[in-house]
């Protein structure tokens, strides 16, 4: 292909070798009035891939609520969301995924995840504060596994950890379905004054137009189009789709770009990430319905010789667009100077919607910026869809037939050998937690991670969650559970929820079964945003997330993950998870019920795989919410944890083992044992008291009608102690769940 | 009390240091820049942590190269006050400031966490003040942190009083559970002879904001800046 003539005009077939349909070759060569040439079709094939356009998503996206009164920059704005948290200072935030490049090579696929999240935030002006991330797995025994979940987690801390922002919180999970198809969803929240905006709008014909950062190589190149392809056996070749990350060069671009936006001189700045210069030029310029010209041979590159098409693809990493007002290059300059970075005049704005790249004084490419992007001329399409079989066998499920095991104590100890349940400690270890010093989380262990504001009292509470296996059990509950757990994380912890990020990892679109799936998906998301009042910012969206496997397509679990962020007025009332004292008093709060759906104690303990999830009401947990805020405001607990995966007895251990304190309960005759201590019911909070405020709160309980269960106390000896019988010393459980990920 | 705070392209902890000597400890803090060659009278300097020109190479290898290294050393031969945190330490290891090397951590990867550290000196600025029976929680976070010497230079260090710190427990006990790293020893910083170039992979900066729920850098930081009061 690299020997085709640019200037010749492009086959069919070429076309559809770069991953276009036939129509939409015939609408290219309808909106240009003649046969594109096969660099104009390269663009329009990554411009209008899945990952550029969105267009089997878009649709659907579009009806996710987007307004709340604290959004300064709404979805598809700019490259992140912004909220105001007071102050004038203001919160960008955004989750993405870099699922199939850390499929074929781990460690680069996931550093440059990270590298690519970090430079949408601060490509607004923000300094990125926190990350998090969300990973999942295939079975963690498989050797490919453990090689994957090594490379990502040293990808992902090697690029952090140099570039210096803190890992806050984060996810693992392992269940077969991801074997082939692991998900690296990473997300950063950067912190900025509201005045120092940076758009990636370019406006002002004659404005000039500068590359800067990294140099342009080889690498990368259609990683767009890879990235809206299966996964299979082939997928090797694409290998140089994959890009490598330099977080030394990033660090030096984030510190170069914050001194820019202090300026004046700045118009617009865009990052490029997929499809590199192509799609940061043209979606710049159909942002400020203006058009470029740009100059392929001022482009500074790693290898000579290089095609126009390949300048044009490449998606080398750490490097950035940015429009500069006329006459005040020279301060630019100046800036990427001081960093040693390039920073090279490879253009102009132009009036009128043509983008044009010139290269040995040729023009090899001219087309309407409007009609690449989405919102413009990117197409857009309505997906078939289709309720598979297996969502009503799942609700046949019958608690009645699982029968109670009659040893639980050995239960316990089985749950903490699960890589879903054990300690990550392994993983997050090998992230710096604690550079930049705002992790208020670090010495007060709480369900979300909390930033502090430094200057203020302020703190961002984040967290990011998607139990997939209910969301598979039932697309539109479980996604409503994903944004309901990140919210009660967030509340959980003193905050009150913001707004959220996505990043929607589903099958193939063209599959009616796959994209029912992500329909059901934005419903349940689109109710409980609306119910918890936390507007969609953006995100992104990840389709074809499977394997081939013996010619049988095997899609992941679909997997919404939730990015949340909240806000805590004064970081000094956190309200950590920990137990405090010996005798504070334990509390569950939120209804109890007879329901082990989906929980990781079906699955596993035995091995029952079709459920639906877990029982959920939206209103109950809303009230739950409230109900736990106004504890907390009128400080009448000391101590606060979600039932999450593995239920109320995971939840007591880890209470227990971040306090070297163990507890003495009782559970209650009308509901199965198994049911009371591994369900995974939703809505659903541990909380201690002291003594000194038992009477309070009692008197709060009883005044609101208050759903609550007095569970026992918090007991000098180190022991989970259920209805009189030891079900393990908190140090064994500590012995096991450390050692069970430690590769 | 004029501490300077240097800057290497890829240093990320110099912002933390001259947040915690100026908003927390109530210092003057000057930023100086790699490419400075002068350190503008700053009676305390510090190499903050980082990754330094990336550390592609071996951890401080190239940041010893840097111009203002050149003033950093003038500073230490005259008896100045440096402390280097973290990639401060290693650069100090490399330029030869301080005895030793900082080799990748026995188990072959990066470690973030809190440790706890029972100061050995009893005279080095930064340890002078410290109650030698108790233990000061500092987090570590580095990939290359084993502190590592020749047998001699280990039985010198100790016989000169230049061991600032050792991991240990809660308690102060000094035992192989809580070195975090394969340090000798359980050597977490060292001095030069003289004392006043001081290293140390834990950082105190992290441990200074009562809002973040650790003050135990506090009493490591007033000891060496009351020592730039006298």
């Known amino acids: 292909m690299s020997n085709k003539q640019t200037n010749n005009t492009a086959t069919l077939d070429q076309a559809l070798e770069l991953g276009l349909k036939k129509e939409e070759f015939t609408e290219i060569c309808e909106i240009l009035g003649r046969i594109p040439n096969f660099t104009e079709v390269s663009i329009y094939s990554v411009m209008w891939s899945e990952h550029c356009s969105y267009k089997n998503s878009i649709h659907w996206l579009k009806k996710l609520p987007k307004d709340g009164p604290h959004m300064l920059v709404k979805a598809g704005e700019e490259n992140a969301g912004l909220v105001d948290i007071g102050d004038g200072l203001a919160c960008a935030f955004k989750i993405e995924s870099h699922n199939h ?160 936006a202090k300026t004046d001189a700045v118009v617009g700045m865009q990052d490029m990430g997929a499809a590199g210069i192509t799609c940061s030029t043209s979606e710049m310029s159909a942002a400020g319905n203006v058009g470029m010209k740009i100059d392929l041979d001022k482009v500074p590159t790693r290898q000579s010789d290089m095609k126009d098409w390949e300048i044009l ?244 679990f679909p997997t919404p993950t939730i990015g949340m962020i909240g806000l805590l007025e004064d970081v000094r009332n956190i309200m950590s998870l920990n137990f405090k004292s010996e005798n504070d008093h334990i509390f569950l709060v939120g209804k109890i ?106 008197n709060e309980i009883k005044t609101n009608g208050i759903n609550s269960l007095y569970l026992g106390k918090v007991s000098k000896e180190s022991h989970i102690n259920i209805d009189s019988t030891n079900y393990g010393m908190v140090e064994d459980f500590k012995e096991i769940s450390n050692n069970v990920i430690n590769l | 009390m004029k501490c300077g705070v240097v800057t290497f392209p890829g240093s990320n902890c110099n912002h933390d240091m001259i947040y915690a000597l100026s908003k927390i400890l109530n210092q003057k803090v000057v930023e100086l820049w790699h490419k400075d060659h002068d350190t503008q009278n700053c009676e305390l300097i510090i190499l903050p942590g980082g990754f330094s020109y990336g550390d592609y190479l071996r951890s401080g290898a190239i940041a010893r190269f840097s111009p203002i290294m050149k003033e950093v050393v003038h500073h230490a031969n005259n008896g100045g006050l440096v402390l280097g945190i973290c990639n401060g330490f290693q650069i100090l290891c490399e330029a030869g400031l301080l005895p030793g090397t900082l080799l990748h951590n026995n188990n072959q990867k990066f470690i973030c966490k809190n440790t706890f550290l029972k100061p050995a000196s009893l005279k080095a600025p930064i340890c002078q003040n410290l109650h030698s029976n108790e233990s000061y929680k500092i987090p570590i976070a580095h990939g290359e942190g084993r502190y590592f010497a020749s047998e001699n230079v280990i039985k010198s260090l100790f016989n000169n009083d230049q061991v600032l710190f050792q991991y240990c427990d809660i308690q102060g006990n000094i035992n192989q559970d809580e070195n975090p790293n394969g340090s000798l020893n359980n050597i977490a910083g060292v001095s030069n002879k003289n004392q006043n170039v001081m290293g140390m992979m834990p950082h105190p900066e992290r441990a200074v904001d009562p809002l973040l729920g650790n003050t135990d850098g506090v009493p490591l930081f007033n000891s060496l800046l009351n020592l730039i009061a006298v």
Not at chain 1, 669 to 683: M, P, V, Y
Request: proline share 5%; net charge negative.
């Open chain 1, 313 to 556: 693809l490449s998606e080398s990493q750490e490097r950035m667009l940015v429009v500069v007002e006329k006459g005040k290059e020279s301060e630019v300059k100046k800036i990427f100077d001081k960093w040693d970075l390039n920073c090279e005049l490879i253009g102009e704005v132009t009036n009128g919607d043509t983008l044009e790249f010139f290269q040995n004084g040729q023009c090899v490419a001219s087309v309407p910026p409007s009609s690449l992007v989405l919102g413009g001329g990117a197409p857009v399409y309505q997906r078939e869809y289709k309720e598979p079989a297996y969502f009503k066998k799942y609700k046949e499920f019958n608690i009645n037939k699982i029968s109670i095991p009659e040893n639980l104590v050995e239960v316990g100890r089985f749950l903490f050998n699960q890589p879903n349940i054990a300690s990550k400690r392994w993983v997050y270890e090998q992230y710096d937690s604690m550079v930049g010093t705002n992790n208020v989380s670090t010495n007060n262990p709480s369900d979300a991670g909390v930033a502090l504001v430094k200057g203020t009292y302020k703190g961002i509470a984040m967290s990011v969650d998607c139990n997939s296996r209910y969301v598979h059990a039932d697309p539109e509950m479980g996604t409503a559970i994903a944004v309901s757990e990140a919210a009660r994380n967030i509340v959980v912890s003193g905050g009150v929820p913001s707004a959220i990020t996505n990043c929607l990892n589903f099958g193939n679109p063209y599959h009616p079964e796959s994209y029912w799936q992500f329909v059901g998906a934005i419903k349940g998301m689109s109710k409980a945003c609306e119910k918890f009042s936390t507007p969609v910012t953006g995100g992104n969206v990840s389709f074809y997330n499977q394997s081939i496997v013996s010619g049988k397509e095997v899609p992941v």
């Open chain 1, 101 to 260: 490049p850390s499929a074929l090579e781990p460690y680069q696929g996931a550093a440059t995840g990270v590298g690519g999240i970090n430079r949408d935030i601060f490509t607004m002006g923000a300094r990125p504060i926190a990350q998090m991330n969300s990973l999942r797995f295939g079975k963690y025994e498989n050797p490919r596994t453990k090689w994957l979940l090594k490379g990502v987690v040293k990808g992902i801390g090697n690029y952090g950890n140099s570039f210096g922002i803190p890992v806050l919180s984060g996810e693992v999970f392992f269940d077969e379905s991801y074997d082939q198809n692991p998900l690296v969803n990473a997300f950063s929240a950067g912190l900025m004054n509201v005045d120092d905006l940076i758009s990636a709008t370019a406006s002002g014909p004659g404005n000039p137009v500068f590359i800067v950062g990294s140099s342009t190589g080889k690498d990368g190149i259609h990683g767009a189009a890879f990235a809206s392809k299966d996964i299979t056996e082939d997928s090797m070749d694409d290998l140089p789709a994959v890009q490598v990350g330099d977080p030394f060069q990033e660090k030096l671009l984030l510190e170069a770009s914050l001194e820019l």
């Open chain 1, 593 to 698: 019920v007879n329901d082990i759906s989906s929980s990781e104690y079906l699955v596993k303990y035995h091995e029952v795989l079709e459920s639906p999830a877990p029982y959920f009401d939206i209103d109950e947990e809303f009230e739950l919410h409230q109900n736990i805020k106004n504890f907390i405001d009128k400080k009448l607990i000391n101590a606060a944890h979600d039932c999450a995966d593995g239920g109320l007895f995971v939840s007591l251990v880890e209470m227990a083992m971040s306090s070297n304190l163990g507890c003495e309960i009782k559970t209650v005759n009308e509901i199965r044992k198994d049911s009371f201590l591994f369900g995974e019911s939703q809505g659903r909070v541990i909380v201690t008291v002291s003594s000194d405020q038992l009477d309070s709160f009692k």
